[in-house]
């Protein structure tokens, strides 16, 4: 007779218990017919017990899978059930605990794992089989938002880190019909991008890997997009406790809205908190912001980085100095350090100059930052 580890049970009734409505698509115990062909943990070992499980990714029922497959690598080799022989693998990824210091590496099988987290346990039976808690059984609150008023673009920054409600967040800009959403501190919520842009008729735009930075630009498909890109600005650059960075990443996304031709410029902290020892570097991403305002002079510019600078500096790397470099001018959505550098199109295609666009202020979505909408 065949049964599941009594550890993999344990797991299981503690999902289902934190997100009782979630989807159940992709989840698998024993293996079948192709399982069965093939080693595999999914497979009954000698004593008749699997020792691999499948849990479905459903952020929207309350499942991330990328969130719950960082909690077994935190557990590996901690856990009585995660110790040698136990391994997770989820979107092109596995970690295991017999390889623990290799860390992450990127998994190659047939099946990248992206509508599933896999779950493998001991191969011992003590292991195997014990019953101890995870840690999962408490349900995390995902809070929900009201969905945005009527916009043309925003820009968040999301606070770096794993969280629920993210995905929330993101359908509630939805609703405004923007048709660019400018992000930073995207790290630790990508699993949850992808999935969003793909269910929602969104291209991403990164920067140099998913790694190299902490901005994206999601444009609505079919809605007049021309063209997009990155440019790494490469000087150092000295970043929270004294690290430093070669480079500054900034992206932009060109695309027609109805008589306004847009160029949207996303760029994470480059007024941070005033260090010195950034000067140069600040001065050659302005230069870069002037280039691109020189070569594109029947455009609309806009430029939203993450804001840790007051915008009344008048230094010429500041806020209201890069303004004043591409003939701009800052337009404030409320209270703090949130607003947008706007560079009005010179000449635009009927021979008249744009209206200002209109920016206010949004829900926060758990940020330091406002979200911004801009009405063009």
Not at 162 to 191: D, F, M, Q, T, Y
Not at 195 to 210: H, L, M, N, P, W
Not at 273 to 293: H, T, Y
């Amino acid at each position: 007779m065949t049964r599941q580890a009594r550890s993999l049970d344990v797991a299981l009734a503690e999902i289902n218990a934190a997100a009782p409505r979630r989807s159940k698509a992709s989840d698998g115990g024993i293996g079948d017919p192709d399982h069965a062909s093939r080693d595999s943990d999914h497979n009954p070992n000698a004593a008749g017990v699997w020792r691999a499980r499948d849990f479905t990714h459903d952020p929207a029922g309350g499942f991330d899978a990328g969130e719950f497959a960082a909690f077994v690598a935190s557990k590996l080799g901690k856990h009585p059930a995660l110790g040698s022989g136990a391994y997770v693998i989820f979107n092109r990824r596995i970690i295991s605990t017999d390889r623990l210091r290799e860390g992450w590496r990127y998994y190659g099988g047939v099946n990248a794992h992206k509508q599933h987290v896999h779950v493998s346990v001991a191969t011992r039976a003590a292991g195997y089989d014990s019953t101890a808690p995870w840690g999962w059984e408490v349900p995390v609150k995902v809070p929900t938002y009201k969905p945005l008023a009527a916009a043309d673009a925003v820009f968040w920054n999301m606070n770096n880190g794993a969280r629920p409600g993210v995905r929330n967040a993101l359908e509630a800009i939805n609703k405004s019909g923007a048709r660019v959403i400018a992000l930073n501190e995207c790290s630790g919520h990508w699993s949850v991008l992808r999935d969003f842009a793909k269910d929602r008729g969104f291209s991403v735009i990164t920067g140099k890997g998913e790694l190299g930075t902490a901005s994206a630009i999601l444009a609505r498909h079919r809605s007049g997009h021309v063209s997009s890109g990155v440019l790494t600005v490469r000087v150092p650059w000295k970043g929270p406790q004294g690290k430093t960075i070669d480079g500054r990443t900034l992206l932009y996304e060109k695309a027609v809205f109805e008589d306004r031709r847009i160029m949207t410029v996303d760029m994470h902290q480059v007024w941070g908190p005033n260090r010195d020892s950034n000067d140069e570097a600040k001065r050659a991403v302005v230069e870069n912001l002037r280039r691109w305002a020189d070569k594109n002079p029947t455009w609309d510019l806009y430029i939203g980085p993450d804001h840790n600078e007051s915008r009344t500096s008048k230094a010429p790397f500041s806020p209201l100095g890069t303004a004043n470099a591409i003939g701009g001018r800052i337009l404030a959505g409320g209270d703090g350090p949130d607003y947008i550098i706007y560079r009005p199109a010179i000449v635009t295609p009927d021979g008249a100059r744009p209206a200002v666009p209109r920016v206010v202020a949004g829900p926060d979505f758990d940020s330091d930052h406002h979200a911004l909408r801009v009405n063009y």
